[in-house]
């Protein structure tokens, strides 16, 4: 089984360029997130998505945009990186219930920004 | 919002118990879940508290007091592959996590 899946592994960037990471899931799960984790620190919530076609802000939005694409996909976009988004970014999923809500990660996707 | 606090780091040596507590200040509180990350690894959920009481998961086992805003996860038996961070987490469909406790067994 898949679960989630996430793109690229490692990802080296210069500042002011854009990309997107991309993320799968295969569990038929309602909801979708990206969080980021800096060295030594816990997840910070970026974006999720409750359902197919909305989006909500996290802790963290600044910087960042993302697109539910389908049930399956949710991808981040960093339209002009810069040395702070440096970070381990994972994606995950869940089945979005109200209480009890479990979820499952990617492997992360490590990005450096110089 | 969401606040949950734990402590940074607990050491212990290989048989022993170790006892991670979490508290909390949150709105609507939906439940406690405790998640584990090996070092370069993805956070793996581990177990979930609804209601007050002990919820036991082989030589884990996870505890919550509403009451008291509080919670724990106990692991029992310990090994040297238990060595992670251990993050609690507010079990609502947006999850917010406490900064984690890191885990050190030592033999």
């Known amino acids: 089984n898949a679960g989630v899946t996430q793109t690229p592994k490692f990802q080296v960037l210069k500042t002011g360029q854009s990309m997107t990471l991309q993320c799968a899931q295969d569990?038929?799960?309602?909801?979708m997130y990206w969080y980021r984790q800096d060295p030594g620190m816990g997840l910070r919530l970026i974006y999720y998505?409750?359902?197919?076609?909305?989006?909500d802000k996290g802790e963290v939005p600044n910087g960042y945009n993302v697109s539910r694409l389908n049930k399956r996909e949710f991808s981040l976009r960093l339209e002009s990186a810069a040395p702070s988004q440096t970070s381990v970014y994972f994606c995950?999923?869940?089945?979005?219930?109200?209480?009890?809500?479990?979820?499952?990660f990617g492997e992360g996707s490590w990005l450096t920004v110089v | 919002g969401q606040s949950l606090e734990q402590p940074s780091e607990v050491t212990a040596v290989e048989g022993a118990i170790v006892q991670i507590n979490c508290t909390y200040q949150?709105?609507?509180?939906?439940?406690l879940s405790w998640y584990q990350q090996h070092d370069g690894g993805a956070p793996t959920f581990l177990s979930y508290?609804?209601?007050?009481g002990l919820e036991e998961t082989g030589r884990f086992s996870s505890f919550l007091s509403r009451s008291d805003s509080y919670g724990y996860l106990l692991l029992q038996e310990l090994q040297m592959k238990d060595s992670a961070s251990y993050f609690c987490?507010?079990?609502?469909?947006?999850?917010?996590f406490g900064a984690g406790t890191t885990v050190t067994v030592r033999a």
């Open positions: 569990m038929n799960h309602n909801s």
């Open positions: 949150t709105s609507g509180f939906y439940g």
């Open positions: 987490a507010e079990a609502d469909y947006k999850l917010s």
């Open positions: 998505s409750a359902s197919e076609g909305t989006t």
């Open positions: 508290n609804a209601l007050d």
């Open positions: 995950a999923s869940g089945k979005g219930s109200r209480g009890g809500n479990t979820i499952y």
